[in-house]
């Protein structure tokens, strides 16, 4: 019902940066967090920022004072801008929502939906 489709990955040089954007669509009634997740070979996927409706922010350690998670409530996107890039930051980034979605005429239902991916490849 809701879909994410993420933007912005790429290739890019250590120390410089890079912005990801993820726009949610469908039967939207509420977004309550949306966030980026992360996934480096051979290792889990990981929390890397996420933003609640009100503009609460959370961020992994790792990227704290480099990366910077913003969300346009009336567009139903979600930004994170990446800054002093490294290596280390090289996976693919997904982007995550949840909240509720139109189910039907009268009803919502909840809803966790996961963005295809980008891929973020940071070279020395």
């Known amino acids: 019902q809701v879909q994410l489709v993420e933007s912005g990955g790429g290739l890019v040089q250590a120390g410089g940066s890079l912005r990801l954007s993820c726009a949610a669509s469908?039967?939207?009634?509420?977004?309550?967090?949306m966030g980026w997740y992360r996934q480096a070979p051979g290792k889990q996927r990981e929390l890397v920022a996420d933003?609640?409706?009100?503009?609460?922010?959370n961020y992994a350690d790792s990227v704290k004072g480099r990366f910077t998670i913003s969300r346009d409530n009336a567009k139903n996107t979600v930004y994170l801008q990446m800054n002093s890039l490294k290596s280390e930051d090289t996976a693919v980034y997904y982007c995550?929502?949840?909240?509720?979605?139109?189910?039907?005429?009268?009803?919502?239902?909840?809803?966790?939906?996961w963005g295809q991916g980008t891929q973020v490849t940071v070279s020395s």
């Open positions: 995550h929502a949840n909240g509720l979605h139109r189910g039907s005429a009268y009803d919502v239902l909840d809803f966790s939906s």
């Open positions: 469908g039967s939207i009634f509420t977004i309550n967090v």
């Open positions: 933003i609640n409706f009100g503009g609460i922010t």
